[in-house]
């Protein structure tokens, strides 16, 4: 039993770090979270062409490097901690990982290098105006054979929607309901018939669109009718992905608090000697700590494709969800004034743990996923 | 990261599955696991049981093998630990002598006081209990007003000790005791250790909330210890005190979210039964319990890693001991919540107040009270991590 990281991963976060440090200052995330497209062409080719970063876990026959969810889970906490504004949580964890679970080898190998050499953005279009993130919630129907679909209907709350050049969209055949008669469906970004709208997103550092889908030409991606195991395991992943990215954010706000109850003095002393505020950040601590335990679990079960995969990915979404909306409200509170204004970070960290928390179900909405994979 | 057994682990894993199989017959398989270190059901044949983990050195598997140990590592503690949970083996009953007293003596003792004591821990002829807190020193573990003065070659102790878990069965005492009479706070005291039976030492037990009496008090009154035998310098009672209570917060408890998971099975079993199950909030609350445990695992195995590498167990340890003792007091809570009604009824019979009998799920929602105030309460540890792991400003004093 070994529940560490290796020298070789150690050293790949200290890379990352210091290039999200340098890339995604608090100065570039107001700039670009202001920006319709929300993040800087020239760092996204930096980051493929430097780092490597969107080729990281792709299978080496299809132009990537063929690591595994661990160390994608290694980038991913610390792009959460600098908040990093980009595409990549959509194109490599989401619409990657479903071409990866449902494409077959072909179209793998038509749709993958693109990705990892940072030239296309890819979103996956799955959720609807309904809010639902379970099969029930895609009621877009595809129709057609073969090769040749089209999609009508409306695709919601989809992350880099606008920016995507690729959509992986899941849609169902007519008639079918439940986890029945779903695919997944490959359109253009610039595709005719497709409208495009960014939403404005109360966490700005995510960007998300509303796609209309009128008589648009697909390709099915894999099964057009027997998708769902691909979808809900392309799910499981992300949540993995984005608890380690939470975690990220979490360990962040916790600095943060720490810092500012050190320096801060009231009633001639440092408010972090008070216990009031002292037990804040314990209780902090022990939430990220164990939050930390969680996705890095949850991304060695992923990494390993284990069964153990659809419980631990709950588990951790659940549970980082939680502990990082709360360290991010903490932090809130232990700044006072300062930290409810817009000049200062906390209420961008603030927004993007709700945002997090939200997207592919909440806490609550988890553990009830949870309590059915575990039997209860 | 790995997460399965070295061939090693595994061969030892094996060794233990097979003495278990062999050994664990009869009234010690009947027995079950239930009840933790401080719980007295079943006591006797508990004995008997320890007495064959000690023959055959599974008690005292980590200590030295010059000192009738297997030298064990913290993954092999680990290891046994998890298959003793796993075969549902009956607590132990030197969880104060093995646990917390030989991983103390070990550090701080002499050559001849580890010849003297450790193999009667292991032949379980003598148990032990905790002289720590007191009326006047609880939280606050350095107002300790015990006293003890030297007088010729013997230790005379004058105080009272309170929440000393079976002392009515243990034979010695370690004690934290103020040896420096003009000393205050964390100066001047000593870690005495006294028999416990002798004239000057009276105890007298704690009826709990529980209705049992697993907590007492002890009274010295002129009692008195040998002269050697105190544990470390004279004086420097406090810095071997807080070994002890390391061991307490860490190293004990790393493998117990394992009997946690237990009940908290046995949980989800009884709402299946009542139809509990089938209520949305009861559903959040098993589900997050069974997310706690699980994480408690994860932690645990994150500790034990970084003790296997480090070797020692810093402040981190009150993390742990801040989130199990959190988390038992909810699934205590989440108990009672799947009882429903039935969960307002003990055994026993109206007007016979010395009948009062709690079920299994009812002990642990009102045990784990205590466990949230010994070994340092959670306000205690949420100072130490906000001190000593994020160095926050101590309080003024």
Known sequence: MNFAFSEEQDQLRDAIRKF???????????????????????VWTQMAQELGLQSLHLPEKHGGQGFTFVELGIVLEEMGRELLCAPYFSTVCLAANAIMNAGTDAQQSELLPGIAAGETIAALAFTEPNGKWDASGITMEAKGTGD??????????????????????????????????????????????????????????????????????????????????????????????????????????????????????????????FQAIKHKCADMLLEVESGKSAAYYAAWAAAEDNEELPVVASLAKAYCSD?????????????????????????????????????????????????????? | ME?????????????????????????????????????EHGWDI???????LGKDRWLGLSWPTEHGGRGAGFAEQVIFSEEYAKANAPARV?????????????AFGTEEQKRRFLPKIQSVEELWCQGFSEPNAGSDLANVQTRGVLDGDQWIVNGQKVWTTLAHRAHWCFCVTRTDPESEGHKGLSYLLIPMDQPGV?????????????????????????????????????????????????????????????????????????GAIEDPQIRQELADSFVGVQIMKFNGMRMLTSLVHTGVLGPESSIGKLYWSSWHRTLGERAMHVLGPAGGIVEGTPGDAGAYAL?????????????????????????????????????PR
């Open chain 1, 20 to 42: 999200m440090e340098a890339k995604s200052p608090e100065s570039e995330v107001r700039r670009l979270m202001e920006t319709t497209e929300g993040y800087d062409p020239a």
């Open chain 1, 148 to 273: 040749s679909y089209t999609l009508d209907g409306e695709k919601m709350f989809v992350i880099d929607g606008h920016t995507a050049n690729t959509v992986v969209v899941a849609a169902r055949q007519a008639g079918t309901s439940g986890e029945d008669g779903i695919g997944f469906f490959v359109v253009d970004g610039d595709a005719k018939g497709l409208t495009r709208t960014p939403l404005a997103t109360m966490d700005q550092t995510r960007k998300q669109a509303k796609l209309e889908f009128s008589g648009v030409a697909a390709k099915p991606l894999g099964d057009p009718a027997g998708g769902w195991s691909a979808l809900s395991k392309t799910l499981d992943q992300a949540a993995v992905c984005l608890a380690n990215e939470m975690v990220g954010g979490a360990q962040k706000v916790l600095d943060m608090a720490v810092e500012y109850a050190k320096v801060r003095v009231q009633f001639g002393r440092p408010i972090g000697s």
């Open chain 1, 323 to 376: 502990a990082y909306f709360h360290a991010a409200a903490e932090n809130i509170q232990i700044h006072g004034g300062i930290g409810f204004t817009w000049e200062h970070p906390a209420h961008l960290y603030f927004k993007r743990a709700k945002s997090s928390e939200i997207l592919l179900g909440d806490a609550t909405y988890h553990r009830e996923l949870l309590a059915q994979r575990i039997g209860i």
């Open chain 2, 3 to 39: 997460f399965v057994d070295t061939p090693e682990e595994a061969a030892f894993r094996d060794e233990i599955r097979t003495w278990l199989s062999e050994h664990l017959t009869g009234d010690f398989a009947a027995l079950g696991g239930r009840g933790g270190p401080a719980d």
């Open chain 2, 46 to 52: 508990r004995v008997e049981w320890e007495k064959l």
């Open chain 2, 94 to 106: 030197s969880f104060f002598g093995e646990g917390l007293f030989a991983p103390t003596l070990l």
């Open chain 2, 202 to 274: 009276e105890v007298r037990p704690l009826k709990q909330m529980t209705g049992t009496a697993e907590f007492n008090e002890v009274f010295f009154d002129d009692a008195r210890a040998a002269k050697d035998q105190v544990l470390g310098p004279v004086g420097e009672g406090w810095k071997v005190a807080m070994a002890t209570l390391g061991f307490e917060r860490g190293t004990a408890f790393l493998s117990q979210q394992l009997a946690f998971q237990r009940e908290l099975e046995e949980i989800i079993d009884l709402a299946r039964a009542n």
């Open chain 2, 359 to 395: 079920s299994e799920f009812q002990r642990i929602f009102m045990f784990s009270r205590s466990e949230t105030i010994y070994a340092g309460s959670s306000e205690i540890q949420r100072n130490i991590i906000g001190e000593r792991v994020l160095g926050l400003p101590r309080e």
